[in-house]
């Protein structure tokens, strides 16, 4: 046993005992008030992705015990009022790595705050396509999908399927109109026909009213095998389903939704981080809290395999074909070095199971097939992302 | 479903052949398979989820993680009936078996955790802080040390058994799955399931010395995930499972090299020899069977449909 009392002394000195790295990272939310709702059944939880990021530090944490390595976080809350940029200055002062739940031009602002210049920011709350095409930044990275990537995911199901003729229907908000777009965009994109849109408009009640007043809504979208729906605040789309004109399917924010998490995942492991999650939020993981995670563990992973903090450095190996982050999701996920979205299989779930997994097989790719999901290489035009390219 | 009174039968019979344990993690039973007929004979109901298996070092004793009831079940073969549970710490998922014979070295995934068991007195003497969801779990042949890997801290934790403290933490690829101490013990091979990579460590000094890749035409990459793995009778050569990619690797031990890959059932993950280890039985989850590979032909001979998720196996000789 002498040989043990070595090595145990040896590593008493490395060991848990002394934190030769601090790694401390910060949260930073602005409480963008939602709008109103018609049915008060699924309130947002008002630790949205903070809760994520937490269940990511432990997992740092753990970790970090047996390398010496100390990780914090540090969680901000604004309203929606106030100016961000003192508190994300301020914020940046003490850490190096930025964890943003943020509205698209704030996530802008604080990117292009001198003090963020060599720092490394995750957004964890907007899908927006121009963050990852023509309004990038070279230091912001995207845990969360893109709308291109859950739409993309969807339509190459439906294109298996074969269900090739599809209807929409649209809310008002600024988030129901870019999923919509994104909808468009990638029906044209893998071949299918939407062959007629309508708006949301109803200012009625719903709850009394659905089922007198959507079949007549839907009675005159031309002939489809689907009925997409665009409500990202969910709105109205839960009085779809089995109310239309026609016995149709419904998919999008509702019936058969593309996520990057939901509480049905539960192969690949999954079922660990679900109850991990459950037992430090006391409530189901949502794909936000999920991004927030991710972004949390990517940076523990890059500084566990670099053991640096250097935030250059970490850029560069995250951005490298050796970095891995082990998603849940059955297959290793990785950044896109055109524009800092991560790389992931996305679910299509329904209430009580995973209906299938995409990328699908039959949709191939040279390189890799998960960029077959979201913004390409040659289709994004983010210039900013990679300085060199 | 076995009716009644063909179970009664069934355990009257004295067991004709050597046999292999399966357990079926959605089903809650073991499958017995009788190594002649390579028929399934016997269906035994655990505990909830059960996942890892082992027997005792005089067979008289099955030792099987039912996980989602929270303990190790002891089982006797014979009867299948459950002796008695052994604490396990919550959600226990593999163990290893001391050369004792005495002491189990659980990996509870939900607590990050290792769990040691007296299994004479049935007392936990010892509970170890290890990463994020522990799961593989070794002990070397002289018995001093054991090993858990953590999934997603992505580590090989090196346990004292002595003082039950860890002495060493050495980093491996995403998600290590399972962990086997080879040649004689001087080396320890880690499989990393999302790395797709097996990591051999030097045992002296707990460095890496080697690592193990794969690559099957015409299979993603991102599919070939290596989990379980065994050596042959010579330890020339190991047979490792690849999960989503449906092979067994066969690995030449000297060059760490692959000689050739196996096509079995759907997401592989154990795999378990008969006695004088000309077999290979493969643990295939989706696919619900077990195929049976001729070791020295190094070919698939027969596939056994058994429960639900087959999950571990292990192999029972009967003296006949």
Known sequence: ??????????????????????????????????????????????????????????????????????????????????????????????????????????????????????AILFNVSSGAETLRSEGCRANLFHTLPSDAMRADALMQFLTVRRWTDLALIAGTHERDLALAEALRVSATKFGLKLRGEKSWVFDADMRRNAAQEVPLFTQDLPAHDVLLIADETGDFSRYIPFNTWEPRPVAGSEGLRPVAWSRVVEQWGAAQLQ????????????????????????????????????????????????FELAGFKGRPMSFRDWNGQMRQPIPLVQETAVVAMAPFEWFLHPQNDLDTLGLDRPESTCTRFKPES | MLRPALIAFLLATPAAADEIWVTNEKDDTISVIDIDTLEVTRTIPTGQRPRGITFSKDFSKLYVCASDSNAVEVIDPESGRVLHDLPSGE??????????????????????????????????????????????????????????????????????????????????????????????????????????????????????????????????????????????????????????????????????????YILVGRRVWHLEFNGDK????????????????????????????????????AYRPTGS
């Open chain 2, 91 to 260: 959600d226990p998922e593999q163990f290893a078996l001391h050369p004792d014979d005495r002491h189990l070295y659980i990996a509870n995934e939900d607590d990050a955790i290792t769990t040691v068991v007296d299994t004479e007195t049935r007392r936990v003497v010892a509970q170890i802080g290890v990463g994020v969801e522990p799961e593989g779990m070794a002990v070397s042949p002289d018995g001093r040390i054991a090993i858990t890997t953590s999934e997603t801290t992505n580590m090989a934790h090196w346990i004292d058994t002595e003082t039950h403290e860890l002495f060493a933490n050495t980093l491996v690829d995403s998600r290590p799955r399972h962990a086997e101490f080879v040649r004689d013990g001087t080396e320890l091979w880690v499989s990393a399931e999302i790395g797709g990579t097996i990591t051999v460590f030097d045992v002296a000094t707990q460095a890496e010395k080697g690592k193990i890749r794969f690559a099957i035409r015409g299979v993603h990459d991102d599919l070939i995930q290596p989990v379980g793995f065994r050596l042959s009778a010579d330890g020339k050569t190991a047979f490792v499972a690849l999960g989503p990619a449906n092979h067994v690797a066969v690995v030449d031990t000297e060059s760490y090299e692959v000689e050739e």
């Open chain 1, 1 to 118: 046993m002498r040989r043990f009392a070595c090595l145990a002394a040896i590593l008493c000195l490395a060991g848990p005992a002394r934190a030769e790295l601090a790694v401390n990272l910060a949260y930073l939310r602005i409480d963008v008030p939602a709008p109103p709702v018609l049915s008060n059944l699924d309130p947002v939880p008002g630790d949205l992705g903070l809760a994520g990021a937490e269940a990511g530090l432990a997992d740092n944490r753990t970790t970090g015990r047996f390398l010496g390595q100390d990780y914090t976080l540090e969680a901000i809350t604004l309203g929606a009022g106030t100016d961000p940029l003192p508190a994300a200055r301020d914020a940046l002062a003490r850490s190096r790595f930025l964890v943003l739940d943020a509205p698209v031009a704030t996530l802008q602002a604080i990117a292009d705050l001198p003090e963020a210049r060599d």
């Open chain 2, 278 to 313: 000309s077999l290979l039985f493969t643990t295939n989850g989706v696919s619900g069977d077990v195929t049976v590979i001729d070791v020295a032909r190094r070919e698939a001979l027969k596939t056994i449909k058994v429960g639900r998720f087959p999950w571990g196996a």
């Open chain 1, 275 to 322: 109850s991990r999650f459950r037992k430090h939020a006391g409530r189901d993981m949502r794909p936000e809290d999920y991004a927030a995670w991710a972004a949390v563990r990517t940076i523990g992973e890059a500084v566990t395999r670099t053991g640096s903090t250097d935030p250059a450095l970490l850029r560069n190996y995250i951005l490298s074909p050796e």
